[in-house]
């Protein structure tokens, strides 16, 4: 079964971090660009950052730039966002995507999608 699976979110104060893994089953993420997006209640999804299939490429958007980090490890099969300097406004379900070989910043163009991990950043 091919599939991917998130973990490392939960409840973090304004200031935290936390760091989310996407790990793939049944693929090998080698040729696939990975892309985390997000979604708060009573929001549309928004792209958080993408990292291509070599992982030369990556991309953020501008509300998380300069404290999101998006990683590939390949022998774990495993993509990576480390979230510092986390703000309440970062409360949502955040959920990996992949595509084949180039990032995309459109929901559609991912075949692969996680089931999503909470994250809540709140005192």
């Known amino acids: 079964q091919l599939q991917l699976v998130e973990s490392g979110g939960g409840l973090v104060q304004p200031g935290g971090s936390l760091r989310l893994s996407c790990a793939a089953s049944?693929?090998?993420?080698?040729?696939?660009?990975v892309a985390w997006f997000r979604q708060a209640p009573g929001k549309d999804r928004e792209g958080v950052s993408c990292i291509s299939f070599t992982g030369r490429t990556t991309d953020y958007a501008d509300s998380v730039k300069g404290r999101f980090t998006i990683s590939r490890d390949a022998a774990e099969n495993t993509v990576y966002l480390q979230m510092n300097s986390l703000k309440p406004e970062d409360t949502a379900v955040f959920s990996c995507a992949a595509r084949y070989h180039s990032c995309s910043g459109y929901d559609s163009d991912y075949k692969y999608w996680g089931q999503g991990t909470q994250v809540t950043v709140s005192s």
């Open positions: 049944g693929f090998n993420l080698d040729y696939y660009a």
